[in-house]
């Protein structure tokens, strides 16, 4: 660590002591973090197999080899996002199907109530952003003191779907700060859905039962437009393109993983407790997308296209196609959004 580069998410050994003490007995309370990686998820892969504890956590401020789901890259510039993995123990095998649905679920909270960005998960563990965004494009200028776009007291201002929420938008923008060099401007409609997080959920079963889970999250922070890839299959964005400010990463990495422990400690309970956050994600997940028509591409080739209906109890996706009929799937290539 360097405390001379202020872009450092733990500038110096005391930050990183403090952090830590805040999370004893809970996920965060051991972290390793490192300015370049391979792999964060390979680093606790590593730390898994010399028997390092549930909760145990790797951060890095850049990957050279990142990866999402299907092997495939993730792309992010030094000290522009979050990216970090985490070792999870005892989570039992029924629940399986919902690891990644939690865990996004906790993490579009995480940007709802740090950020103020209209975040929702899209199935199976994509974050989206979705509505009005303002892209921050260098040297914009404008007078609208409004940098959001947006109605705040309707979407996006940092309350749950359906009651008041624990986060506003005032307590978000605590956590905002006005990318330096810019003045605030009249942002531009986005369209359709961009995503802002990916979920990696890495499962090491052993005789019909999971020995651990490393779960990885990469969060977009701090990238102009200029620094995302230009051709992704989703769009991608960030929060300063969502915003137009810039964040205290540290401050949204402690939200998320606080959201984290609690939404994966229910999962890992498996009783009551589990039974409702399991609804409650089921619930967010009808509001957001019911009546949407998806597209989806099966491991095998094959290619199923209908409306979504909900959750199963087992976490997949139910579709409705047709008249009357549904399916339900479990794992997916890809999934898109259809026009029609």
Known sequence: MNASNPQ??????????????????RIGSRVDYRLEVGSTQDVVREAAERGEPHGFVCVAESQTSGRGRRGRAWEASPYSSLLFSILLRDV???????????????????????????????????????????????????????????DRNGPGNGREPGGAGTGSTA????????????????????????????????????GGEIRHVILGIGINVLQPADRLPARARV???SI???????????????????LLDASLGALRSGGATWEVERARIRREMDSWWGGARFEV????????????????????????????????ISEAEEVNLCDT
């Open 8 to 25: 450092l998410l733990f500038p110096d050994a005391p930050t990183l002591l403090r952090f830590q003490d805040a999370f004893r007995d």
């Open 92 to 150: 039992p095998g029924r629940a399986a199907g919902w690891i990644g649905l939690t865990a996004a679920s906790a993490t579009a909270r995480a940007l709802r109530q740090t950020a103020a960005v209209e975040a929702r998960v899209k199935w199976p563990n994509d974050v989206v952003a979705t509505g009005a965004c303002g892209v921050y494009l260098p040297g914009q200028d404008s007078a609208d003191p409004d940098v959001s776009g947006r």
């Open 171 to 206: 307590a978000a923008s605590a956590h905002l700060k006005h990318a330096p060099g810019t003045t605030r401007r009249t942002p531009r409609l986005g369209t359709g859905i961009r995503k802002i997080a990916g979920v990696l959920v890495e499962t090491a079963w052993s």
């Open 235 to 237: 769009p991608a964005t």
């Open 240 to 258: 300063l393109i969502e915003t137009g400010h810039e964040i205290n990463r540290l401050g949204l990495l402690r939200e998320t993983l606080c």
């Open 297 to 328: 591409a099966a491991p095998g080739g094959e290619a199923f296209r209908g409306e979504y209906a909900s959750l199963a109890d087992s976490g997949a996706l139910i579709l409705r196609v047709g008249e009357s009929g549904t399916i339900c």
